[in-house]
């Protein structure tokens, strides 16, 4: 059974950081695509970073380049999403997503976690 399990959400103010991890189990991804999407209310879902697990390229959204770092821990089987400055505007709902292919569109992604809430305040 696949399982992606998010984690370190929380509420923080502006400018402040936090760490999202997603443990990733069930299957091998160490060809897959690791991504970050996030969701903020009455809006649609949003591609945030990136990560190929082998080789370890990375691509962001230019809403978040120069503050998100996405990164991963194969022995772990976790990927990273370390959020720094963070704006009012980052508030949502942020979900670890894998899949075969390295792609910004969510339609892209096998497999899902149930998300967690990130919420900054100003």
């Known amino acids: 059974q696949v399982q992606l399990v998010e984690s370190g959400g929380g509420l923080v103010q502006a400018g402040g950081s936090l760490r999202l991890s997603c443990v990733a189990s069930?299957?091998?991804?160490?060809?897959?695509?690791m991504g970050w999407f996030r969701q903020a209310p009455g809006k649609e879902r949003e591609f945030v970073a990136r990560i190929v697990w082998s080789g370890g390229n990375t691509y962001y959204a230019d809403s978040v380049k120069g503050r998100f770092t996405i990164s991963g821990d194969n022995a772990k089987n976790t990927v990273y999403l370390q959020m720094n400055s963070l704006k009012p505007e980052d508030t949502a709902v942020y979900y670890c997503?894998?899949?075969?292919?390295?792609?910004?569109?969510?339609?892209?992604?096998?497999?899902w976690g149930q998300g967690t809430q990130v919420t900054v305040s100003s």
């Open positions: 069930g299957r091998t991804f160490r060809r897959y695509t």
């Open positions: 997503a894998a899949g075969p292919i390295a792609v910004a569109d969510p339609k892209g992604y096998d497999y």
